[in-house]
């Protein structure tokens, strides 16, 4: 029997980085495999389907949500978004490990149906630098800009929902922190108890002496 | 306030090589202590106090065991051996990691005082390898080879009382393991909770937007 794989949860506020973390994670760890989102909206330009999305229609969507098809989903601008339970749950059966890149109100709904799943919370080093990232972004309005950094302070309280905070300062250390998380996780013993346990029985049979 | 270091307390049965992995991983990350045992025993030719051994006599030892001096302590052979409370306290409390090899029952002692602790447990790759390094320590007639390696593997029943497992494959492999668990133990939210919501604090005093 092939171990499960781990879902790792790679979460926080907009602007704390966590899209280039995940990036330059899948990177260093080409083991890894990560979760592809369903949609409701139009490919743009270069989106290449399964890769970056796939793309379905909202019957499609509407009637896999009907059938609990959903890790969670989301409603954003009349498209759906959501992560598809069985692509999933194939991946981690088959003992890849997953990562799922996601909001702080999608992690918490996947937490509520995926328990064993690990949570990281992305932070920033600092507000100060979490402001001027979401500056850099351009695109927003001074008003959209206060709004967006208020929710990403409001959104810090959830990080007592996580099992583990990445205080994102540098990329490199920031990477290493998730590697040595996902390694830790495949060595804790609450995780492989029944594999251990029955690797140990299997040893029963060994020769004691000879 | 400086962040508590961690105890990190090293086990598993005779055999498994957990004096070597300690040796590796302290030469790979010379930022970690060691915990360093008080014993009534004479020193042997080369031993340091304060590096191999703190060394006591017997009346100066029980005195530790009455004002609750040790996390754990235990006569072998008409010798005293225990970890020093105060000591580990210390460094831990000075933000030090401190590394702790221990056995068994000396761990789950520990344990039982130290909670907070991360308990590893050090596996043999099989129970096949175990006898070959039983063996090849030379020193043991057959019976007491026989007896030793039958309490290395009832001992494996303990491995739930732990924290994490790490199967010693390679010695590389191993170290990366436990290098990796005290990285993740230091992203932990559980244990870390307290300083992210005070550095939380903190950043409410910071401008939101200027």
Known sequence: MVDKGLLIVISGPSGAGKGTLCKALLNKRCDLSISVSMTTRSPRAGEVEGRNYFFVDKDK??????????LEYACVYDNYYGTPREYVENLVNSGKDVILEIDIQGALKVKEVYPEGVFI???????????????????????????????????????????????????????????????????????YKDSILNSKEGLLHEQFYD
């Open 61 to 70: 969507f509407e009637s896999m949500i009907e059938k609990n098809g959903f």
């Open 121 to 191: 919370f992305i932070l920033p080093p600092s507000m100060e630098e979490l402001k001027n990232r979401i500056k850099k972004r351009g695109s927003e309005t001074e008003e959209s800009l206060i709004l967006r950094f208020k929710s990403a302070y409001k959104e810090l309280n959830y990080v007592s929902k996580y099992n583990y905070v990445v205080i994102n300062d540098t990329v490199d250390n920031s990477v290493e922190k998730l590697h040595s998380i996902i390694i830790a996780e495949k060595c804790r013993v609450d995780r």
